[in-house]
Nanobody, 115 residues
Framework: VQLQASGGGLVQAGDSLRLSCAAS??????YGWFRQAPGKERKFVAF????????DYDDSVKDRFTISRDNAKNMVYLQINNIQPEDTAVYYC???????????WGQGTLVTVSS
């Protein structure tokens, strides 16, 4: 499984941003997003099933983030609304053979939020 994340960049607080992840290779059960802020550990953000029917979020982001899946395009998205400086991080796309597994990782896309 290959994962290619994109969509990061420099944005202002309050903006919306959509991250994309292009997936290729074998079919997997779940896709996810993780993030790593400067000087901090990598943390879970959200999961979605292959079908897109089920999702799971970290409590800290569930009110502003939406994960979604486009099966036809084999894409995974992370919509971030009202983005805040604390959302500054490298965002990684993941895929797993079981629900909430992270067997595969993409290269990450950097999001920088200015206040």
């Amino acid at each position: 499984v290959q994962l290619q994340a994109s969509g990061g960049g420099l944005v202002q607080a309050g903006d919306s941003l959509r991250l994309s992840c292009a997936a290729s290779g074998r079919t997997v059960a779940t896709y996810g997003w993780f993030r790593q802020a400067p000087g901090k550990e990598r943390k879970f953000v959200a999961f979605v099933t292959w079908s897109g029917a089920s999702t799971d979020y970290d409590d800290s982001v569930k009110d502003r983030f939406t994960i979604s899946r486009d099966n036809a395009k084999n894409m995974v998205y992370l919509q971030i609304n009202n983005i805040q400086p604390e959302d500054t991080a490298v965002y990684y796309c993941t895929a797993g053979r079981r629900w909430k597994a992270t067997d595969y990782w993409g290269q990450g896309t950097l999001v920088t939020v200015s206040s």
